[in-house]
């Protein structure tokens, strides 16, 4: 079956940097678009940053463009989201997700079928 399996996550104080990792599993990751959300307490899950199959197309939440990375690896079936100049307001749990593959938009929870259990960032200021 579909497995998402998110690490990298913890306390880190602001202007620092994490890398978070997800390890797919259960389906031919080289052919679907991946994506990171996150949720902070008592608010909406949120779209952080997308990628395509190929990785040749990336999008991203306006507040993470420039301090952000999301990146692929189909030879290891992982998708990472390298954080720099973190601020307290990145503090969330963060997800990561299996876009559907078909139509849709990258940015819209709607368009993903599969998340991983969550791995928490904690910002402090």
């Known amino acids: 079956q579909v497995q998402l399996v998110e690490s990298g996550g913890g306390l880190v104080q602001a202007g620092g940097s994490l890398r978070l990792s997800c390890v797919a599993s259960?389906?031919?990751?080289?052919?679907?678009?991946m994506g990171w959300f996150r949720q902070a307490p008592g608010k909406e899950r949120e779209f952080v940053a997308g990628i395509t199959w190929t990785g040749s197309s990336t999008v991203y939440l306006d507040s993470v463009k420039g301090r952000f990375t999301i990146s692929r690896d189909n030879a290891k079936n992982t998708v990472y989201l390298q954080m720099n100049s973190l601020k307290p307001e990145d503090t969330a749990v963060y997800y990561c997700s299996r876009f559907r593959g078909v139509s849709g938009s990258l940015y819209s929870a709607n368009s993903y079928d599969y998340w991983g259990q969550g791995t928490q960032v904690t910002v402090s200021s």
């Open positions: 259960g389906f031919t990751f080289s052919s679907r678009g």
